[in-house]
Nanobody
Framework: VQLQASGGGLVQAGGSLRLSCAAS????????MGWFRQAPGKEREFVVGVRWTSGITYYSDSVKDRFAILRDNVKNTMYLQMNSLKPEDTARYYC???????????????????WGQGTLVTVSS
């Protein structure tokens, strides 16, 4: 499966953005889909993941209550709604797929086999 992330941009602190991750084909129910981010000079960081079949989600503490992951099975698209953005949210955001039929959402990027190209989010103070 190919993933295409989009929707990044420049936003002021406190603002909102919605990122999209479009898959090239139907996302199998066994997949776990995730969003990661990577700031300059830092390691890739888990943001949120969702079991596609059940919708069960797992958020990192840094974004909990501010970000929400949304699914559209008809459009084979996943969204990341980001609210109350902070300068420390500035990063390139990547969507990814874990096709291993895992039962739980992994926060380890090495567990994800397919990656989108990333979209840059810049939050100004």
């Amino acid at each position: 499966v190919q993933l295409q992330a989009s929707g990044g941009g420049l936003v002021q602190a406190g603002g909102s953005l919605r990122l999209s991750c479009a898959a090239s084909e139907r996302i199998p129910s066994t997949y776990i889909m995730g969003w990661f981010r990577q700031a300059p000079g830092k390691e890739r960081e888990f943001v949120v993941g969702v079991r596609w079949t059940s919708g069960i989600t797992y958020y990192s503490d840094s974004v909990k209550d501010r970000f929400a992951i949304l699914r559209d099975n008809v459009k084979n698209t996943m969204y990341l709604q980001m609210n109350s953005l902070k300068p420390e949210d500035t990063a390139r955001y990547y969507c990814a797929a874990d096709i291993s039929r895992a039962e739980v959402v992994s926060t380890n990027p090495r567990e994800y086999e397919y990656w989108g190209q990333g979209t840059l989010v810049t939050v100004s103070s």
